[in-house]
């Protein structure tokens, strides 16, 4: 999981999320707030619908949802062809918008 997240990270932090690497985890919580979505949820739409990305809405995990709601969850526990097609989809997503 270390080389996955190793890899997948630059790609967030590079594209305008803002992220600290897990230690432990394989998923990484990502800020999300410049992209200038209302919420989370809108975020997570986009990046499925113009993105085609699947990421979770941050606030499904706090019991206070206020406190992620720039947040949002990417798994990187994937195949390694899925996450270079998730990099590729998120970069042009960005590109695009």
């Known amino acids: 999981y270390r080389a996955k997240r190793d890899a997948f990270l630059p790609v967030l ?3 305008g999320f803002k992220c600290n690497p897990p230690r ?17 949820v809108a975020l997570s739409l986009e990046l499925v619908k113009n993105g085609g990305v699947a990421v979770v809405p941050g606030s499904s995990f706090f019991s206070n949802p206020a406190d992620g709601k ?21 970069r042009a997503w960005a590109a695009g918008f």
């Open 24 to 40: 432990g985890a394989y998923y990484v919580m990502a800020d999300g707030s410049g992209f200038g979505f209302a919420d989370d």
């Open 70 to 90: 720039n947040l949002v969850r990417f798994c990187f526990c994937k195949k390694e062809d899925t996450l270079q097609e998730a990099t590729k989809r998120l």
């Open 13 to 15: 932090l590079d594209i």
